[in-house]
């Protein structure tokens, strides 16, 4: 099974409201990093939390990580139209060359 | 401007041949990246280069081929020995030495290949 895997594999909801994903992996992690993906693009970097990090933030992004239960979440709040995105956390393994990705949640905000 | 390009945007292909997907950056990063996105799937790794000269198979590496002999350029080519290769793949790099990957990864736009 994945390393990263994601829940909900999607989510609609309505503009203005905060949408939460979350990431659960196996393994020990260096850090544990979120992408956004638009459709038919490229990922772009969110926000990386190193395994010594609970909580950290950036403008409307919110991201906890708890290593005991291996699990990280990641909060948008006040979501905007323009947040309709794929959303993937990534992590990165202890001695391991690569990011292992998770399959994403499917983001759709509804104006 | 800094960025990582991939060239062409789409490509079609047919069956028995050989195909070459270029990437280029200029972030002089060392390492980089291949990676398949099936549709509506998480992303695996086909190849990764962490220096010159040097490269190592991911998870998925049965039918591709790589090169690494300039910094900024990592080539994948499909072969025909890939058996489904109609995908969208991404290329990455990142400021990464040592033994583990700790870095932010830069995605360039992405190859929609099809197999005709």
């Known amino acids: 099974s994945q390393q990263g895997e994601e829940d909900p594999q999607a989510l609609s909801i309505q503009e203005g409201e905060n949408a939460t994903m979350n990431c659960s992996y196996k393994t020990s992690i260096n850090n544990l990093q979120w992408y956004r993906q638009n459709s038919g693009r490229g990922l772009v970097h969110l926000i990386l939390?190193?395994?010594?990090?609970r909580e950290k933030h950036s403008g409307r992004l919110r991201v906890t990580l708890d290593t005991s239960k291996k699990s990280s979440s990641l909060l948008i709040t006040a979501s905007r139209a323009a947040d309709t995105a794929s959303y993937f956390c990534a992590t990165s393994l202890q001695g391991a060359q690569k990011l292992v990705f998770g399959q994403g949640t499917r983001l759709t905000i509804n104006p | 401007d800094g960025g990582i390009t991939q060239s062409p945007k789409y490509l079609f292909r047919k069956e028995g041949q050989n195909v070459t997907l270029s990437c280029e950056q200029n972030l002089n990063h060392d390492a980089m990246y291949w990676y398949r996105q099936d549709p509506g799937q998480g992303l695996r790794l086909i190849y990764y280069?962490?220096?010159?000269?040097?490269?190592q198979k991911g998870d998925i590496a049965e039918g591709y081929s790589v090169s690494r002999e300039k910094k900024e350029s990592f080539p994948l080519t499909v072969t025909s020995a890939q058996k489904n290769p109609t995908a969208f793949y991404l290329c990455?790099?990142?400021?990464?030495?040592?033994?583990?990957?700790?870095?932010?990864?830069?995605f360039g736009p992405g190859t929609r290949l099809t197999v005709l």
């Open positions: 990455a790099s990142s400021n990464e030495r040592g033994t583990s990957a700790y870095n932010e990864q830069f």
């Open positions: 280069s962490q220096i010159v000269n040097d490269f």
């Open positions: 939390i190193r395994s010594n990090e």
